[in-house]
Each structure stands twice: as C-alpha cells, then as structure tokens.
C-alpha cells in the first residue's frame, strides 16, 4: 500500500519519539528529521533509524521537499518559529501538524473533532499539548451530556519528560490548553495548570479533570460517556487509564487519570510524550487517507506571499 | 537584654507572608477588610515587605487550589493605596500563574515578586523572572521543597534564576522539613556561587518547630531576607512566627527596623482571633515536617480523610512516599480514594 512521506521538524523529545509511531503507521512513512543542532541525539537516532537528517532548519529541507514527495510535516520545534515553518511548507503544498503551542490552525483532538477538520481540508492543524490531549476527551465527554459552566485540568509530567521548549515557554502551553478546553472540550471556561514533578523514579504522567455542570450531574449518563470516550482514546494510546472516579460532589465532577507511554523513545513514564505524538500520528492517518481516497488534493498554494 | 553576638548590627529584611502563605491557613477566606487592617498595622509597625496574594499565588483561584474571596487585583487594589512605607509583593508559581497575571498586579502596584518553581525545576522560570525585572519589580526566586535537594543542586539552580535576572534566591522549606545544619549548608552553597550583590533568602515553615532556629541560621550564614508570618498564620503549623523572631533579632543584635510591641498587639488582638484553628504543630502538621511533605497539602488532607475515611495522617504519608509535591493537590483525593479502595470503603468503576 502506498504511504505519505513525512517530514519531522524538531529534534527533541516529541520529534524524536514521533519517528517510531509513524513508523508503525500503515499510512504514514517517516523520511526526513530536521534540527538546528548537529550534534543533538534526535538526529542521530533518526538516521540511525534510516531518515535523512538536516541540522539546518527547516530551510534545510526546503530543497527537498518536492523531490521527496513530502506532504505532511510534524512541527516539533517552538511556538515562535512554528508560524515560519508552516508558512513555507504550506507553500510548497505540505500539511502542517503543529505539535507546539502556536495554534495558529484549527485545534484538534482525534476523538472529538477530528473527522471534521479531515473533512474540510486543513493545512494546519494544531494538537493543542500533552495535557490538552490527555483531558479534553474527558471535558468532551461529560459536556455533550450536559452543559459545563468550567473545567479545570491538572497535568503532572515527570520532570525527565519535558524537554527545554515547553520549559522555557510553560505561559503558551497554560493559554493554548486553557483555549482548548473552552472551545473542544466544550465548557464556557477553561483552566489548564501544570506540574513537574522531579520524583525519581519518575512518576506516571496524571491529569485530573474537574468540571463544574450547570444544572446537577446525571451520574450514571456522566459516567457512562466517561467511561466511552476513554476507549475511544485507548485505541490509540493504550496505556490511557482512570484510576479514580469519577467523583460527584455537588455540580463539580473529577476524573484522575494516568497514562503510560509505550516506552519508545522515553520509558513509559513520558505518558505525556505518548498520547501528544500518537495523537499527531492519528491526525495524519486520517488526512492520508483522505490524500490517497484522492479527495484532498495537495497542491503548491501559489497565492501565498 | 542584648546580648553581643556575631550578628550584632547586621541588617535584614522582614518579609510578611500573613496575607499570603496565610490565605492557606484561612482556606483563601480573608476578607478585604481583613487584608487591608493587617497589611497597615504591619506597615505602621515597618514591616517593609508584605505579600499580598490567593495562597497559591497569581493564578491560584481554581478548584484545585480553592476560589478565595476576592481576585487577586481586588486584595491588591485595596491594599497598596493603604502603604505608607511598605512595599507589596505577589507569589507567581509557573504553570498556574502567568506573566499576563504578573502585568496585572504590576497595574495594581505589587512592586516584589516571588517567582517560584520547585527546587529542581528553574528553568521553568527564565520568562517570568525576566518579565518582572523587566516591569522594574524587585525580584526573587523562591526554591521550593528545598529539602528534595541538596546543596550544590540548589546552588546551581540559584545560579540559574540570578541568570535569568532574579536579585534574591530563596531556599524555601514547604514542608518545614529542615534542620539548622540542612539550611546552613545550603546557603552557604548559595553564596560561595551567587555574585555578591544578589541576596538570598529563607523561608521557613514551623512543622518540626524550627522556624525561628532555621531562619537564624540563614541570617548566619549570610541570608538578609527572611519571610514570617504573624503568630504563624500560615500553611501547615505555619511560618516562622514573625513577632517572635523579630523579639530573637532584637536580643542578638540583628537589625529589623521592625516594632516588637506592635507585632505582639497584631498577633494576639487581630491575627489569632482569626484563626479558624489555631495554627501550631499537631498531628497532622508534624507529620508533615517530619515526613517532608508539602505543608499546604495539610487542610486538603484532612478534608480528604473525613470524607473518604482515612486519617489524614495515612494520607500524608503515603503522599510524602510517592514524591508528590506543591501544586499536586488534586493527588490527595486521589490517594485518599485509593487507600480507601484498599481498605475496602469504596468501589472502583469499571474501566
């Protein structure tokens, strides 16, 4: 079966890790890795791993793009030069996946809205953050019951899983996710806050998801939406698990949840690596199909500057 | 009375934590009013630093860490116009506060800021520490649970923040875990590497009793900025209990410019008729410091244990085992539900 050839931009932890998922995809197949620093230990496992590597940005592999056949791109990198590679690429006719906080395309998270945004022909989308991922499903699930007046998430990392960019720029991270439970996971306002955790052995990635109903909750139809959408997001990270709730107290609903990784890059701790690169490897399954059923036609978009 | 010691004359400053550290001790339920009669008696008593902000800081109004009274901009705006001499500061925590936060208490007046992270992780601060020097804010980073780290970590990790532009570096003890001779050594590691003229700092909590004697022996080994909370309102058996270690300065010669009669007045007519429980070492709080656990967590812990049915001491253990830290309160609940699930007083949902 034919695939559609992938670039991956970023050379840290989440590039690197992206590498085995497409790997494994049906779909997908990884053919370049690009980062700024020759000598980072994500370039040399992708070409170990028998992709071409470029230390020069993304213009170093702007020649190559057409050649190659590239079509989707993962952007690893930052917020701030996210905007940059996107616009050249999209201009050579590749799809965006933006894998860092600067959302400048339509938010997604594959069990909520992604055959929406597959259908209307992006060329970006943006995965939102780990946290995002791991706790907009739940927010979902228990808005399209009944309507949520906040939702508040709490995501713990280890602290051996969260590499410099998200460090540096932990306010982007707390806005784009704080955006995403407002407006696909459905509650009228959103707060996302984070912790890292420095335990050693490092501890599981956690997310606790509250959520404030306006009128009182239907526990049992709650719990059972609950209960679906997690196996929904099982299908693509297995190891996506609730561990307690949920638990009514009034109108406020709470869920704690964990996910452990599949121990690709980082052992399975880096959950938060797992559920953000399988849900960026799902996003692009879904637009390669749509390329290879020919209903999606990718072309070089000569009207951008 | 004065005794000549080493210190004799050496200078510090006094930083309130009582409207800030103490929103925990009050579950974030301190009035306006409240803030606004405290912060001036402190003022008038020349407490030059005063720390206004939720418990948690910029950000703190969640269901996670409690929805006080007021916004932080409402404490804020009632209490700056009050000063005469006191400068206010905030508490910013990355990951729940943010620099539009910071603008905010900046327009408000807060002119000090403790940029905080916990004791390993720094380099989630370079945005927010630049941003405050940047506004012009006096500014520190707060080293939290310092006692998960040791010496030479903590003086990289002050490193780190002096190079983002913090003036101050605080060796933080959330869990009043510490000893003399812990805190001893980590500022001494502190200011064999800071450039002279950046200051440290100790905040210190009264689990295991030792405020005062801690925060001593930072001002020993070179501390100048000390944070206590009056008659310790404060998370945990809360802070060093400021009257008194201004009374213990006084006596050795350390200069505060603090008034020790107005302090005692402040403690026993306003600050403990206040309390909601009065704030000292009990069980619970000396299971924290004994246990190195996160002093805030004490409240939530036993919240968690009434309605769940395990002591809050069970609770706070096994927490202090699994390395949970500041910001983890979602995880008492949590651990709450799965000792009692061990214990058989609750049933898991099929998953």
Redesign the interface.
């Known amino acids: 079966m034919k695939k559609i050839k992938c670039a991956l931009i970023g050379s840290g932890n989440i590039g690197t890790d992206l590498i085995y998922k497409i790997k494994r995809s049906p779909l997908l197949e990884p053919v370049w890795m690009v980062g700024i620093d020759p000598n980072s230990e994500g370039l040399a496992r992708a070409a170990e791993m028998g992709l071409k590597t470029t230390a020069e940005g993304v213009d170093g592999l702007l020649p190559h793009v057409l050649s190659d056949g590239i079509q989707i791109a993962f952007d690893a990198t930052s917020a701030y030069v996210h905007a940059e590679n996107s616009r050249k690429l999209n201009n050579l006719g590749v799809m965006m996946i933006d894998l860092t906080p600067a959302a400048i395309g339509p938010l997604c998270v594959p069990t909520v809205n992604l055959r929406e945004l597959a259908a209307n022909v992006e060329t970006n989308v943006n995965m939102i953050s780990c946290a995002g991922q791991a706790t907009i499903p739940i927010v979902y699930a228990i808005s399209r019951i009944q309507s949520v007046e ?1 939702g ?1 998430i ?1 995501a ?1 990392l280890a ?1 051996r899983s969260v590499g ?1 960019g998200t ?5 982007e991270f ?2 784009t996710t704080s955006n995403a439970i407002q407006k696909i996971g459905g509650a009228r306002k959103g ?1 996302a ?8 052995p490092p ?1 599981l990635m ?1 997310n ?1 998801i ?1 959520c ?1 109903t306006d009128e009182a909750p239907d526990q049992d139809r709650i ?1 059972e939406s609950i ?1 679906q959408m ?1 196996g929904e997001v099982q299908k693509y990270v297995p190891g996506y ?7 009514f107290d009034g109108n ?1 609903v ?1 869920v ?1 949840m964990e996910v452990a990784g599949l121990g690709d890059y980082l052992p399975r701790y880096a959950g938060n690596l797992d559920i953000m690169t399988a849900a960026a490897t799902r996003t692009a399954e879904m637009f390669a199909e749509e390329i290879l059923a020919g209903k999606f036609q990718l072309k070089s978009l000569e009207v951008a500057q | 009375m004065i005794q000549t010691t080493a210190l004799n004359d050496r200078k510090i400053i006094i930083h309130d934590m009582s409207l800030r550290d103490g929103m925990h001790a009050k579950r974030e339920q301190i009035t306006i009013d409240q803030m606004v009669r405290i912060a001036t008696a402190l003022d008038e008593a020349g407490v030059p630093l005063i720390q206004v902000t939720h418990g948690g800081g910029l950000g703190g109004n969640s269901l996670q860490h409690g929805f006080a009274l007021h916004t932080n901009e409402e404490y804020l705006q009632a209490v700056v116009p009050k000063m005469k001499n006191a400068k206010i500061s905030v508490l910013l925590i990355p990951g729940l506060g943010t620099m539009k936060e910071l603008q905010s208490a900046y327009d408000c007046g807060a002119r000090s800021v403790h940029v905080a992270t916990h004791c390993t992780e720094a380099d989630t601060s370079p945005q927010h520490i630049a941003f405050a020097r940047k506004l012009g804010m006096d500014t520190t980073g707060f080293l939290m649970m310092a006692h998960l780290n040791d010496a030479e970590g903590l003086a990289k990790q002050g490193k780190l923040m002096e190079s983002y532009g913090a003036q101050t570096i605080y060796i933080t003890d959330s869990a009043g875990y510490m000893l003399p001779a812990h805190v001893k050594e980590r500022i001494a590691a502190l200011r064999a590497v800071l450039n002279p003229e950046t200051e440290i700092g100790f905040h210190g909590h009264h689990n295991l009793g030792m405020g005062i004697a801690n925060s001593i022996a930072a001002v020993e080994e070179g501390a100048t900025r000390i944070d206590a909370s009056v008659a310790g309102l404060g998370a945990g058996a809360g802070n060093t209990p400021l009257e008194v270690f201004v009374a213990v300065c006084d006596r050795m010669g350390i200069q505060t410019g603090c008034d020790l009669f107005k302090l005692m007045d402040l403690a026993e007519d306003v600050i403990v008729p206040m309390m909601e429980h009065i704030v000292r070492v009990d069980r619970a709080s000396l299971t924290l410091g004994f246990a190195g656990v996160y002093s805030t967590f004490l409240l939530h812990a036993k919240r968690a244990g009434e309605r769940f049915g395990i002591p809050a001491r069970d609770i706070l253990i096994e927490l202090g085992r699994k390395k949970m830290i500041g910001g983890q309160e979602d995880m008492i609940v949590d651990t709450a539900m799965t000792l009692a699930k061990e214990r058989g007083l609750l049933k898991s949902v099929a998953a």
């Open positions: 906040y508040e709490v713990s602290s410099p460090r540096a720029n932990l306010d707390t806005y707060k806050l984070a912790v890292i955790n420095p335990a050693d501890m956690r606790t509250s404030l719990t209960l997690i698990r609730l561990v307690n709730g949920p638990v406020r709470s704690f």
